[in-house]
C-alpha cells in the first residue's frame, strides 16, 4: 500500500504579483502577525485530539488538522509576499507608471484611474492593474498621449489628460 504524501506549503504557492503599495504591505504584516499567535493555540488543540486515539474515525481531529494545514498556507502566503514584495513608489516623472493616477477622457468622458498591482484592483473604484488591458497600455505613456485599447473587435482609445 502507498501512503499519499503531502508537498509542503511553500510548494503549492500560485505565482502572484508581488506590486504592492505601502499600506497593502502593512496589511500583510499584521495579518501575518495575527496568524503566528494563532497557531500555537490550533496546533495544541490538533495535539488534543491526536491523543484521543484512532484518527481515521477522528472527525474532530481531521477538521482541527486542516485547519491547521490552512492557517499554514495563509501564513506561507503571507511571508512569501512580505519577502519578496516590491513597494509601488511612483517616480513623478511624467510618465503613467505604478502608483501613477492618470486622468483618460473617453468618447469626451473623463475617468480617473489608479494603476497598481494586481492584488489590489478594485476597478468600480478606478483602481485597474498594470498587467490589465487599460493599464498595460497605459503605462510609460505622457499627458497628452492616446493610449490604445484593443478588444475583439474594435479599438478604444485612452487620451491621457493628466498624470499625478
Same mark, same amino acid.
Not at 468618447?107 to 487599460?134: A, C, M, W
Given at each position: 500500500?502507498? +501512503? ?20 497593502? @504591505? ?34 474532530? @481531529? ?5 485547519? +491547521? ?9 503571507? #511571508? @512569501? ?10 517616480? /513623478? ?20 484611474? /489608479? ?41 478604444? #482609445?485612452? /487620451? ?5
Amino acid at each position: 500500500m502507498r +501512503l499519499p504524501t503531502r508537498r509542503s506549503e511553500k510548494d503549492n504557492l500560485q505565482p502572484v504579483d508581488l506590486h504592492i503599495t505601502q499600506k497593502k @504591505y502593512d496589511e500583510i504584516s499584521e495579518k501575518f502577525i495575527r496568524l503566528k499567535k494563532s497557531r500555537p493555540r490550533l496546533a495544541d488543540e490538533v495535539k488534543r485530539l491526536a491523543e484521543m486515539g484512532d484518527f481515521s474515525e477522528n472527525a474532530a @481531529y481531521q477538521i482541527a488538522k486542516g485547519k +491547521l494545514r490552512g492557517l499554514n498556507r495563509h501564513m506561507a502566503e503571507a #511571508e @512569501y509576499m512580505l519577502n519578496h514584495a516590491v513597494i509601488i513608489a511612483p517616480q /513623478q516623472n511624467g510618465l503613467v507608471e505604478l502608483g501613477s493616477n492618470v486622468v483618460v477622457e473617453i468618447n469626451g468622458k473623463r475617468k480617473t484611474y /489608479q494603476i497598481l498591482g494586481s492584488t489590489e484592483t478594485d476597478p468600480l473604484s478606478g483602481v485597474i492593474s498594470h498587467n490589465s488591458p487599460i493599464g498595460a497600455a497605459l503605462l510609460g505613456k505622457r499627458a497628452g498621449e492616446i493610449a490604445q485599447v484593443k478588444l475583439k473587435d474594435k479599438i478604444i #482609445e485612452y /487620451q491621457i489628460i493628466e498624470i499625478t
